[in-house]
């Protein structure tokens, strides 16, 4: 059982933290920010979860530390818990994005050793256990502290192991990319909407419809073509909607869009 220290309370790290109070692994969730309300909100979720204001308290005794804040508070962040951290028994997460291993090795630097280290791009989606977490380990990391951290984050979602350099756009894809799935499924409300169906049924239909197309592709192990390929008879509807988004820039919208949010 894992006692896991979050450090920010915001949008990702709350959302972790209501996440790792369902899950078998983590004995003990704890949060610090600074916005007493933030932490309010938390403890009336669950009030198992340990708030403070105190960053340095918060990491003391935790087996994983979890930074999540803005990336321009990083540096000030890790230098108010380095010194109350044990790097021989704790475990350091990063979900900051844009901050890479070498700046976050500068920050926690001691001549004497490193913490274990992963960086780690989730989505919103684990509010509802299906996130996308995509996870690079340090060149310090063993196979079994590997191994923890999948387990723990699997029951969040789906974990996929990366090299950082990949991370980027593993954080366009999933990250940001959550974000491009509920503009579609606006998109195609509004559309709804226009040839006249109401718009809390046009999003349960749409969603629903999403879900279905996920589970054939996924049962299936098949590609997205070969299922388009089903519902698209010669001189149908289907084509003809398709040529006409096509036509409109949906697969480059799509594409410009992932690439226009690629950290570089």
């Not at 818990?81 to 890479?100: E, L, R």
């Not at 991370?167 to 499924?185: D, E, H, Q, T």
Request: with cysteine.
């Amino acid at each position: 059982m894992t006692k896991i220290a979050i450090i920010g309370g915001g949008n990702m790290g709350g959302a972790i933290a209501r996440a790792l109070t369902q899950n078998s692994l983590i004995s003990e969730v704890r949060v610090s920010d600074i916005n007493e309300n933030t932490l309010r909100s938390l403890q009336n979720f669950n009030n198992s979860i340990k708030v403070t204001t105190l960053n340095e308290e918060n990491v003391k005794g935790a087996d994983i530390v979890l930074l999540a804040v803005k990336p321009w508070l990083a540096e000030s962040v890790i230098e108010e818990i380095k010194d109350a951290m044990d790097y021989s028994k704790q475990i350091f997460i990063s979900i900051v994005a844009g901050v890479p291993f070498e700046k976050l090795c500068s920050y926690l630097y001691e001549e004497a050793a490193l913490p274990p280290m992963f960086r780690m791009i989730p989505n919103t989606a684990i509010d509802v256990l299906q996130s996308v977490l995509t996870i690079a380990p340090y060149n310090n990391v063993t196979e079994e502290q590997k191994a923890l951290i999948a387990d723990i984050f699997n029951e969040t979602g789906k974990v996929f192991f990366v090299q950082e350099k990949d991370l980027n756009a593993f954080m366009s894809l999933s990250s940001c990319g959550i974000a491009y799935a509920f503009r579609y499924i606006r998109a195609a409300v509004e559309g709804a909407v226009e040839m006249g169906v109401y718009p809390q049924v046009a999003k349960q239909v749409v969603t629903q419809t999403l879900r279905g197309a996920i589970d054939l592709i996924d049962t299936n192990d098949s590609h997205p073509e070969e299922e388009i390929d089903k519902v698209t008879t010669p001189g149908g509807i289907t084509i003809k909607g398709l040529n006409e988004m096509e036509a409109y820039g949906f697969t480059n919208s799509v594409i410009k869009g992932l690439k226009a949010s690629l950290i570089k």
